[in-house]
């Protein structure tokens, strides 16, 4: 149990962890005026995440036998599918990653979110949360990890609130600092997005891998 838990904690960091949710947010905290729109982008992002993880759990369940039952055999041949699909999105990454002295550029849509609306915002945060591929395979494998360990339904409700809550945090983090802090961490926001994009595509390849590599191990010796 223990363990699939851990797994579980494991991918909701690195859900945390991917620069596109976190790019977007500061984004809007760099822009004047967006208040709503920030706000409506974590809405979205926590939302869409919650959605997912909880259709995924509770499909997993229906196909199981339920929350109490054994894992199935076709839950550990996913896992060792989605871990197959985590190392090769870090062999992804790994390629993306910019060289010495290369400049990163941001994607045009996110150099266009001055005109979005606070709609667009908060759609924006739902499909990257349900849409984006990379964390649609980590939303799956943190999904069947809770949905597999024997802790009933109140254990893995309890699972699914911590999973979002971590996954979730920098983004709700950094919208309720500015809140209270106002502009103060201006320079600190620029700082950080900088580094983020310039070393998360390093840093989300190792991560990946370890995490594919626990996956498809653990999917083979639950076989």
């Given at each position: 149990?223990g ?7 494991a ?19 760099l ?6 729109r ?36 076709w839950?550990s ?35 266009s979110?001055?005109?979005s ?18 964390n ?18 109140a254990?893995?409700v ?55 590599v626990v ?9």
């Amino acid at each position: 149990m223990g363990e699939a838990i851990g797994e579980s904690i494991a991918l909701a960091v690195a859900l945390a962890l991917t620069s596109i949710p976190v790019v977007t947010i500061v984004l809007l905290l760099l822009e004047e005026g967006a208040g709503r729109r920030r706000l409506a982008f974590a809405s979205g992002w926590v939302l869409g995440t919650a959605v997912v993880l909880a259709v995924v759990i509770a499909a997993s369940d229906v196909l199981g036998g339920g929350p109490d039952a054994a894992p199935a055999r076709w839950a550990s041949i996913a896992r060792i599918a989605l871990g197959t699909g985590l190392l090769a999105l870090a062999v992804v990454d790994w390629r993306k990653r910019p060289r010495h002295g290369e400049p990163t550029e941001l994607p045009s849509w996110m150099q266009s979110l001055g005109g979005s609306t606070v709609t667009r915002s908060g759609l924006l945060g739902a499909g990257l949360a349900a849409g984006n591929p990379k964390n649609l395979v980590l939303l799956l494998s943190g999904g069947l990890a809770i949905a597999g360990a024997p802790v009933g339904l109140a254990g893995e409700v309890v699972g699914a609130v911590v999973f979002v809550v971590v996954a979730t945090a920098p983004v709700v983090t950094l919208v309720l600092l500015y809140r209270f802090l106002g502009t103060g961490p201006r320079r600190v926001l620029d700082t950080t997005n900088a580094w983020i994009v310039a070393n998360n595509a390093v840093v989300m390849a190792v991560l990946l891998l370890v995490i594919g590599v626990v996956l498809v191990v653990n999917g083979i010796a639950a076989l």
